[in-house]
Structures are given as structure tokens and as C-alpha cells.
């Protein structure tokens, strides 16, 4: 089973900051099957990016994704105060397809 | 717009079981695999089990494999999972979730219900 771990834990930002949040694999992410969401505190999780780097439908363009083979990286490029939430990586190439452990995104 | 609402939650003992449902609309349903994912009180997501379009793949978590048994009716729109000899770290919030093609492998979720609530104690 492929483990994911984020990086850091916790970021502690201002409104217009840039945020930039790690995942790491234990093994290569086959075919870079890296999907990103963010979590509101009692939210159904939300797809952000799939495929390491693409935008799901409705996602601002603030929300970038990039990496491949076992780093990965998710960039919010200017923090609006609706994007102050917990963030999390998912592989979806191996089976079991597995979370990173989140990276809770909050106002400094 | 996709809605997929969990129903079936409940306060339940250890070794006793419950059935999750999950109604889905606003997307043609046997065209996607379809998926249960769960999150503990205060901790991360869990994939639980997926199922593929026609219902013939299926796939299980090593915890609740055994245990737990996913099915769908493509006529209804409704996806299930039949949880049985519950245990406490079982103790979650259930979420349905929409892949985003037909076979359960290497998919991402692109839609989530709101989640029910399964608390499994003595």
C-alpha cells in the first residue's frame, strides 16, 4: 500500500498569501494519479485537482497542482478567506487507493 | 447537479449490523463506479469498497473486507453497503462518492454526498 504524507501539518497564512502544500509518496504514483480536495469543518470533502494537475470543474484558477512520480504539490497562489479549510492528497493508481493524513490550512 | 444523499446511519452495538444507502440523480448512474468512503471522528479519509458500473467488480478495504458487502441497482439509482459484525473502530462518517468512469480502478471522486453517521458502541 502506497502511504501518502503531507506536509506541513498545519500552515498558518494570511488572507493574499500563497500557500504550498506537500505530499509524498512511499512509492511512484503510477501514471501520476494524484487528486487533491478540500475539506470545510463539516463539509463533504470537495475535488480540487485529478490527475496531478488538472482543475475539476469549477475550481478558480488560484488552485494549481504539479509534481510527479512521489512529490506532488498543491499551490493556492492568493488565499481568499473561503480557502482557510484542510486539505487532502489522494493516489488513485494503486489499489488500495490511499489519503495523505491532511494539511489544515488556517488564518494566521 | 449531482446529489448523492447517505441515509441508514444509527447507533448501533458491537457485532450487530446496518445497511447503508445511498440515492443518487442528476447523472446517468450505471455509467460510473461508485464508492464508500468513510472518516473517523477527528481523523483523515478512509477508502472503504468501490464498485464498478454493472456491479461485477468489486473491491474492499483490508479492515472491513469479510465483513461488509457493497451492491448497487442501477434501477433505482441507489448504491448500498451492508456492514455486518461491526466493530468500534468502525465508528465513522460514511461518505458515497461518484467516480468518475465506469471500472472502480484508478478513480478519483468528483462528487460526495453529505456523509451518515455510523457510531458502533456497547
Known amino acids: 500500500e502506497i502511504v501518502l504524507t503531507q506536509s506541513p501539518g498545519t500552515l498558518s497564512l494570511s488572507p493574499g498569501e500563497r500557500a504550498t502544500l506537500s505530499c509524498r509518496a512511499s512509492q511512484r504514483v503510477s501514471s501520476n494519479y494524484l487528486a487533491w480536495y478540500q475539506q470545510k469543518p463539516g463539509q463533504a470533502p470537495r475535488l480540487l485537482i485529478f490527475g496531478a494537475s488538472s482543475r475539476a470543474t469549477g475550481i478558480p484558477d488560484r488552485f494549481s497542482g504539479s509534481g510527479s512520480g512521489t512529490d506532488f504539490i498543491l499551490t493556492i497562489s492568493r488565499l481568499e478567506p473561503e480557502d482557510f479549510a484542510v486539505y487532502y492528497c489522494q493516489q488513485y493508481g494503486s489499489s488500495p487507493g490511499t489519503f495523505g493524513q491532511g494539511t489544515k490550512v488556517e488564518i494566521k | 447537479e449531482v446529489q448523492l444523499v447517505e441515509s441508514g446511519g444509527g447507533l448501533v452495538q458491537p457485532g450487530r449490523s446496518l445497511r447503508l444507502s445511498c440515492a443518487a440523480s442528476g447523472f446517468t448512474f450505471d455509467d460510473y463506479a461508485m464508492h464508500w468512503v468513510r472518516q473517523g471522528p477527528g481523523k483523515g479519509l478512509e477508502w472503504v469498497s468501490s464498485?464498478?458500473?454493472?456491479?461485477?467488480?468489486?473491491a474492499y478495504a483490508d479492515s472491513v473486507k469479510g465483513r461488509f458487502t457493497i451492491s448497487r441497482d442501477n434501477a433505482k439509482n441507489s448504491l448500498y453497503l451492508q456492514m455486518n459484525s461491526l466493530r468500534v473502530e468502525d465508528t465513522a462518517l460514511y461518505y458515497c462518492?461518484?467516480?468518475?468512469?465506469?471500472?472502480?480502478?484508478?478513480?478519483?471522486?468528483?462528487?460526495w454526498g453529505q456523509g451518515t453517521l455510523v457510531t458502533v458502541s456497547s
Open positions: 462518492a461518484k467516480g468518475d468512469y465506469g471500472i472502480p480502478r484508478n478513480n478519483w471522486f468528483d462528487s
Open positions: 464498485i464498478g458500473w454493472n456491479g461485477d467488480s468489486v
